[in-house]
Nanobody
Framework: QVQLVESGGGLVQPGGSLRLSCAASGFTLDYYAIGWFRQAPGKEREGVSCISSSEGRTYYADSVKGRFTISRDNAKNTVYLQMNSLKPEDTAVYYC????????????????????WGQGTQVTVSS
């Protein structure tokens, strides 16, 4: 059974850092592209970052470029999102997802109805 579980969210002050984890079970994570998404209250879900399979190419939304870093630990079957210089506008529920494709079209989840999603982890940036 394919499952994605996010962790690492929390409350942090502006300028602070958090590292989110997306642990996979039921499949080998590095075979597929994995994306991070977020949804803030009252806003649509948006793609944040993605790492492709095998080559591990990375992609970022303009709003997080230079501040967030996506990476993968194949031994732990886990993808991470390191978030630095956090801003209040980064506040959202963060999800990882995959459509089990190899490339980062649509941040690894081209058709959201056909993707595997984690349950989400809340990130709140506030003083």
């Amino acid at each position: 059974q394919v499952q994605l579980v996010e962790s690492g969210g929390g409350l942090v002050q502006p300028g602070g850092s958090l590292r989110l984890s997306c642990a996979a079970s039921g499949f080998t994570l590095d075979y597929y592209a994995i994306g991070w998404f977020r949804q803030a209250p009252g806003k649509e879900r948006e793609g944040v970052s993605c790492i492709s399979s095998s080559e591990g190419r990375t992609y970022y939304a303009d709003s997080v470029k230079g501040r967030f870093t996506i990476s993968r630990d194949n031994a732990k079957n886990t993808v991470y999102l390191q978030m630095n210089s956090l801003k209040p506008e980064d506040t959202a529920v963060y999800y990882c997802a995959t459509d089990q494709g190899h490339y980062c079209s649509g941040y690894g989840c081209y058709d959201p109805t056909s993707c595997y999603w984690g349950q989400g982890t809340q990130v709140t940036v506030s003083s």
